[in-house]
């Protein structure tokens, strides 16, 4: 009875799953990088932490921003079963890219040009909303989450370094420290289960509604969401568990090295500007930039700003972030564009 559903339904929702998996890798390094690079977390119990609280996140909170995903860049009614599955697939390789390169990257940003990929090579873009309100988010987010952590380094930690209060070796012995530090980085977690869950639930959940000819009022669309949610979250802990810890390397031990007081304040900074963006307006919107745009303010107070820009990872973190959602989009258009000449676009 269910097999005629299920079967269409399959393809795209093993994609779905392969993208959250290598949106898990990639969102462990702002969740967890500041923990791991204080030396305050092993690395075996960040997974199981992340993928719980990732979890949460979408079940809560993430309910706008799938919408925004599902149907503000594309009409909805175009997420068909080809488009979906071309989207996840182009925002899955991008991100798979980047993971190989121990680089994280911002899933919305690749998921956002992906559809815009699509869409281009369709004429359908619904440009409005991503040029008013989801770009100038994606540059005013990191560069307020800079000036914050520059601003608190330069008036707090600056000071008690100079008084010779507690110092990042000595606070890294004191136990009782640790905790507010993993509180702040499950908080961090569940922001992204608010923010980038709908990177896939989104297109998942209008495809959805297309395949089954369903109308989508209000309880209806609650539910729908919910249900590809719990499909698509769990595999954000697995994505973790199987290539988290590269990445989380690259952003915890590569750009600067801080103490349980810096890594409280990135993870609380960067994790309440994500939630203000996905509870308030619903956007998309890039963790990973506003994360190291936090820990690269720490770096410019203890380093400063020559010595911080200097250091290479630095320079292959803009990189990838320029190259990959592009990688994203010029796939999308390719794949679309190959459907259309195959006669499956219409799928």
């Not at 994505?239 to 007081?261: D, N, Q």
């Not at 309440?272 to 690269?296: F, H, K």
Request: aromatic share 8%.
């Amino acid at each position: 009875m269910f097999a005629p559903l299920f079967t269409p339904l399959l393809i795209p929702l093993l994609v779905a799953i392969f993208l959250a998996t290598n949106m898990g890798a990639s969102g462990t390094s702002p969740a967890f990088a500041p923990a791991y690079g204080a030396d305050l977390v092993r690395r075996e119990v960040i997974p199981g932490l992340f993928g719980l609280f990732v979890f949460l996140g979408a079940i809560v909170a993430g309910r706008k921003v799938a919408l925004t995903v599902g149907r503000d860049i594309l009409p909805p009614e175009s997420l068909g079963l080809s488009i979906t599955t071309v989207v996840l697939l182009a925002i899955g390789l991008s991100l798979l890219l980047a993971n190989v390169l121990r680089v994280p990257q911002s899933t919305s940003q690749s998921t956002i040009f992906a559809l815009v990929g699509c869409g281009a090579y369709l004429g359908i873009v619904e440009t409005h909303r991503l040029l008013i309100e989801i770009i100038p988010t994606w540059f005013i987010t990191p560069i307020a989450a800079f000036l914050v952590t520059l601003a608190v380094g330069k008036t707090t930690f600056e000071p008690m370094k100079r008084r010779g209060w507690i110092g990042p070796t000595e606070a890294g012995r004191i136990r009782w420290l640790r905790m507010p530090v993993l509180g702040a980085c499950c908080y961090v977690a569940f922001a992204i289960g608010s923010n980038n869950v709908a990177n896939a639930s989104g297109p998942i959940a209008s495809m959805v509604f297309n395949e089954l000819g369903l109308e989508t009022t209000g309880a209806r669309t609650t539910l729908v969401l919910l249900l590809a949610m719990f499909v698509v979250a769990p595999f954000f802990g697995i994505g973790s568990s199987l290539m988290g810890r590269r990445v989380a390397y690259t952003t915890g031990k590569e750009i600067v090295e801080f103490g349980p007081r810096g890594a409280t304040l990135v993870a609380f900074v960067t994790a309440t500007l994500l939630l203000l963006v996905s509870i308030t307006r619903g956007i998309p919107t890039s963790l990973v930039q506003m994360n190291t745009a936090a820990i690269i303010g720490l770096g410019v107070t203890k380093y400063g700003a020559r010595e911080v820009l200097r250091r290479t990872a630095v320079l292959r973190l803009a990189t990838v972030w320029i190259v990959a959602p592009l990688v994203a989009m010029g796939l999308a258009f390719g794949f679309t564009w190959a459907l259309d000449v195959s006669g499956l676009l219409a799928y």
